[in-house]
């Protein structure tokens, strides 16, 4: 899968475009070109290798034997490589003794069906071509698609959507066509994270494991394939959710994503914030200040959920976190009005209630929710006092009230020491399953001089949950399972019911790093990085729960994104959460927190974010950390 939004290729690792399933290439989620069939002097090359060479483009090799005569070496080796913003290169090398006569043929064709069609098997059947130009166009009421070929086709045959050459090779020579597909009028595909511009720092990693940089690199790359720009505002940027199903914005999964970013640089969160802003819902009504956003499926145990409440308790949130890692005050100033209304939605809908139900207003009281409202009570407060606005000592009250009530309500207690309830019910029941929802419970979020913010949980309850968290009912070794595997309605598929989701692992790791449990985090760490070294460093957004055993390898997923942009920043978070890295670029200083057991042994990370301008950071095999560095002025903290 090449992506580069809104361009998209997909194809089988054969190489050939066949039309069959979601094969083909697209642009803004519409299929401009189904099939494309090389053939070689009649002969369709033999596929021995495919590789992605970078985020947007993949490289094929195929061997033809233009003779039955030749023996068993092929005499010509056939190279594609795809981009994902529709050209194709399409080299032929000779490796014959003689010249040779070859005739090359591609078989082209599309239906200019939708992707959410092709998906459900409904894609409708292949267009008839007309020869346009220098290839082939499509027409439908959807619209148009027409390919174009350098050098121009000896002939072009529309009734059966092919164009032929006939090239002489010499001896070691080669020869190349190029195919450019694209709707009419359209223009070439400018990918956000190719432009000078990208809000990624280009930050790098090194060390003793050999994976942290590959992972990185890969993140990073994926990342900038997943960048669209906001059409009304194209100075802003976010993330889409992910290829190839959700190439557009996903609120909460896009506040997530920037979230875990932040060591890249504070532009993408301003971008992401700044486009979600402008949804965020205004005037009188119960919905007033949040950020809009879809039903999400939980699983078996619980009924969808809003991922417009969790995108409303995470914009300041993300808000707050942004300006510790140097978002710029007029950045800050033109985005806090929006924050507040967020922070006004929260204490509006709680009102007098600890816990805030989701969906609302009869919705169940999950976990994760309170932990994304506790969260953003204690930033937001954090927030709104540096900002010299009112509102903050009533957060913090109603967050203590509802630490209080939540420790002694949320908490089931049993023979193997507890877990906290994955939701209380409408009518107050405990719903008790062990999912990975409550690793956002870890996720305490950051405030100034580098300290942490309080947690629902107690000592007690938080080193409970690491046990969990790190037993094998939950850790697969390949990282964290969605759902325990002793837990009622397991399914090691389920994409809310046992299978591993990326994010929710590295939150888990970080989080469980940050409260000092470091065995649990590296033991998901390393399950983690082995699963992304077995799928090319390109992490999706879930794949099976399976428990890893001798020779196995995690199992993808049908209907997984990869590459997904909270996985992809997944990634960044694991490698970052290494060197703990805590910043407070307000008050000048950074604080280094980082993992003593050194799992991967030394890292280097360099070209990171903070201020904006470049931090270096190196963590001994010894758990010790080095600035190498930094913005002038900043300060090591304590």
């Known amino acids: 899968m090449c992506v580069a939004l809104p361009g998209l290729a997909i194809s089988t690792e054969q190489g050939q475009l066949t039309g069959r399933g979601l094969e083909g290439f697209y642009r803004a989620g519409r299929r401009v070109l189904s099939r494309c069939q090389v053939r070689v002097a009649g002969r369709e090359p033999v596929a021995v290798q495919s590789r992605m060479t970078t985020a947007d483009s993949a490289r094929f090799l195929g061997t033809v034997r233009t003779s039955a005569h030749t023996g068993p070496d092929p005499d010509v080796v056939v190279e594609r490589v795809r981009h994902a913003d529709g050209t194709e290169r399409i080299t032929l090398y000779s490796a014959a003794l003689r010249p040779l006569r070859l005739p090359v043929e591609v078989a082209l064709g599309t239906d200019l069906a939708d992707l959410g069609a092709i998906a459900s098997g409904t894609p409708g059947p292949e267009l008839p071509a007309s020869v346009h130009d220098s290839g082939l166009r499509w027409s439908s009421p959807a619209g148009n698609s027409s390919i174009t070929a350098n050098p121009q086709p000896t002939d072009a045959l529309a009734s059966a959507g092919l164009l032929r050459w006939e090239f002489v090779l010499p001896p070691g020579g080669s020869t190349s066509v190029e195919l450019r597909v ?345 399950g983690t990085l082995a699963a992304a070294e077995a799928f090319g460093h390109r992490l999706p957004d879930m794949y099976a729960g399976e428990q890893r055993t001798d020779g196995s390898a995690p199992v993808p997923h049908p209907a997984a994104c990869r590459p997904a942009a909270t996985a992809a920043a997944a990634g960044v978070l694991l490698l970052t959460t290494l060197a703990g890295i805590r910043p407070d670029a307000p008050a000048g200083t950074v604080t280094l927190r980082p993992v003593r057991s050194a799992p991967l042994g030394e890292i280097v990370l360099t070209g990171l974010r903070i201020a904006g301008a470049p931090f270096s950071v190196r963590v001994g095999r010894l758990g010790l950390a080095m600035v190498e560095e930094a913005a002038d002025g900043l300060q090591l903290g304590v």
């Open 182 to 526: 694209r709707p009419d009028s359209a223009g070439p595909v400018r990918a956000v994270g190719r432009a000078v511009t990208s809000p990624l720092a280009p930050a790098r990693a090194a060390g003793d494991d050999p994976r942290v940089r590959e992972l990185l690199r890969t993140s990073i790359e994926d990342l900038q394939a997943l960048l669209l720009r906001d059409p009304a505002h194209p100075t802003d940027t976010y993330l889409a959710a992910g290829a190839p199903w959700r190439c557009g914005l996903a609120p909460a999964e896009a506040l997530a994503a920037a979230r875990m970013l932040l060591p890249l640089g504070t532009r993408l969160a301003a971008g992401t914030l700044r486009t979600l802003a402008r949804t965020q819902l205004r005037g009188p009504g119960e919905q007033s200040g949040m950020i809009p956003g879809p039903r999400r499926d939980a699983g078996t145990h619980l009924p969808p959920s809003c991922t417009g409440t969790e995108a409303t308790l995470l914009f300041p949130v993300l808000l707050a976190e942004a300006r510790r890692w140097g978002l710029p005050d007029p950045d800050t100033e033109e985005l806090l009005p929006t924050a507040e209304r967020c922070l006004t939605w929260l204490r509006t809908t709680v009102g007098d209630a600890p816990y805030l139900s989701d969906p609302q207003p009869a919705g169940p009281v999950r976990c994760e929710t309170q932990a994304h409202a506790h969260r953003a009570a204690l930033l937001g407060a954090d927030l709104l006092d540096a900002c010299g606005r009112p509102g903050g000592a009533g957060l913090r009250q109603w967050a203590q009230e509802q630490r209080t009530a939540f420790r002694e309500e949320f908490w089931i207690d049993d023979l193997g020491g507890g877990r906290p309830a994955a939701a209380r019910a409408p009518d107050g029941r405990l719903v008790p399953h062990l999912g990975a929802a409550a690793v956002h419970l870890l996720d305490t979020g950051l405030l100034g001089g580098g300290e942490r913010a309080s947690g629902l949980l107690d000592k007690v309850q938080t080193e409970q949950l690491a046990r969990l968290l790190g037993g094998p009912a939950m850790d697969s070794g390949w990282g964290l399972r969605g759902l325990g595997a002793k837990e009622t309605g397991y399914n090691p598929f389920g994409h809310r019911g046992g299978a591993v989701r990326t994010h929710e692992t590295a939150v888990a790791c970080a989080g469980l790093a940050a409260a000092g449990y470091e065995k649990e985090a590296a033991s998901l760490l390393r």
